[in-house]
């Protein structure tokens, strides 16, 4: 099995962990808060590879598994000898920059570099390192031990085989990987995500609904087409002459509201508070990790739901 070395080890770098380890290879962890992988990453995956157990039982004991993970006290200990890095350190350009340095200097040149980055173009932090052909970003969706879909985006740099390579293993170990085929901020999950949120902030600030609502309109309405279709599939399949039929009725409309759309509406301090006392009540922020453990077992009770009716 494949050596894998997780550079930042929080919420993200935590479940990447355990998607490697459950697939078989071996793990080396490493954040620079040196506490943070005894302390919180190995509980994380402990409690990670328990529910996982329910959802998608493993030949192997949570303790075999959980011994692939391995503390490492640098960078450069971490991807030695690695075949696939995966980078999960905070949100920062220059972070990102210099952990990208340390990391190409120490990798086998054959190591395949990537990033999980929510939203910043690689060609931004992977463009000065030796051999940046084997650098670009996996973006996952947070958790990845639960959720599949994963973004591959390269850089003006990354070679095809790199690209090849990347999602050919992120397939082999259980991941859904697509393509965003040109750089863009936020990639494509987080672009149609933050959109869809500015427009309920304009909805909720500007009074045409509850918070709560607006919540329901996604859980009990939307959503739960969009686990099974996407939003194209959705049109071709509500109209009896399909896509064609929808856009020639609807199209003029959904042109209206879509230009009329307030992605940028600016939303107050007073208008965050709001929501978050109301969000406050339904889910007190020391209930917060209760709560997380409850969608994480919604999130894999839908998977196995549509793994029974596929
Ligand atoms: N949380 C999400 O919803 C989510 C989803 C997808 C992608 N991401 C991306 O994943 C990355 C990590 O996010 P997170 O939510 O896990 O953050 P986090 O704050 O939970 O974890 C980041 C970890 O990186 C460590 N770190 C910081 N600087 C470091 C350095 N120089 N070297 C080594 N470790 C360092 C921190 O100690 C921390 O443990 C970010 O780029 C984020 O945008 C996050």
Known sequence: MSKI???GTG???????????RAGHEVALYDALLDEVAERTLPRAAKALGLLEAFAPSDESIETILQRLRPAVSI????AGAAYVQESVRED???KQGVFSEIAAAAPIAAILASSTSAIPGSNFLGHIPAPERALVVHPVNPPAYIPLVELCGTQWTSPETMAAARAFMSEIGMRPIIVKKEIEGFILNRLQFTLVAEAMHLVGEGYVSAEDLDAVL???LALRWASIGPFEVAHLNAPDGLQGFV???GPMMKRMGAAARTDYDWTPEQVAQLHAALSVRVPVDEIADRQAWRDQRI???RRLK???P
Not at 14 to 19: L, M
Not at 76 to 79: C, G, I, K, L, Q
């Open 5 to 7: 070395a997780c550079i």
């Open 93 to 95: 350009l220059s972070v």
């Open 11 to 21: 919420t993200v770098g935590a479940a990447w962990a355990v998607v490697f380890a």
């Open 219 to 221: 859980t009990d309405g």
């Open 76 to 79: 450069a200990e971490a991807v």
């Open 307 to 309: 793994r029974e009716h």
């Open 300 to 302: 894999l009770a839908t």
């Open 248 to 250: 020639d009725r609807l």
